[in-house]
């Protein structure tokens, strides 16, 4: 491609100056630096963010041990269960009891109540042996 020229005032005629190669060159190799720099800086910190992950392989077996001992677990859960809503319902029947009883024994103290009124009343029935 041809270089351009530029026209003077006075009709000469002045090529431009060439970029200096060298200087072309030192800024790649500052920018090349830096950015390996950068790359390397980068590096490390995924390096420091992957160490303290695991790999998806090992998560998957954690995952894989989880779920088999939450399906284990299942049937002796449900044991537990049964074992509390039989406690439960003993309670309860045994509070019901326990409140019928006290009905019975309440029966029972006013029917012994009645039975001493009505021995008390055959003892004014009964005529004295003379």
Not at 49 to 67: A, C, P, V
Not at 85 to 94: D, F, G, L, N, T
């Amino acid at each position: 491609m041809p270089k351009k020229a530029m026209k003077r005032s006075g009709g000469k005629t002045r090529r431009l100056a060439k970029p200096r190669k060298p200087a072309a060159v030192n800024v790649l190799a500052d920018s090349l630096k830096s950015l390996e720099s950068k790359m390397k800086e980068n590096m490390k910190i995924l390096e420091e963010k992957l160490s303290g992950t695991i790999s998806r392989m090992e998560l998957e077996s954690r995952l894989n041990d989880l779920n088999s001992r939450i399906y284990e677990s299942i049937p002796r859960l449900e044991a537990d269960l049964r074992s509390v809503e039989a406690k439960i319902s003993r309670i309860v029947q045994k509070s019901e009891l326990e409140q019928r009883l006290e009905e019975i024994n309440k029966r029972l103290d006013l029917i012994l109540t009645e039975i001493e009124a009505l021995k008390g009343r055959v003892r004014d029935l009964e005529i004295p042996n003379i």
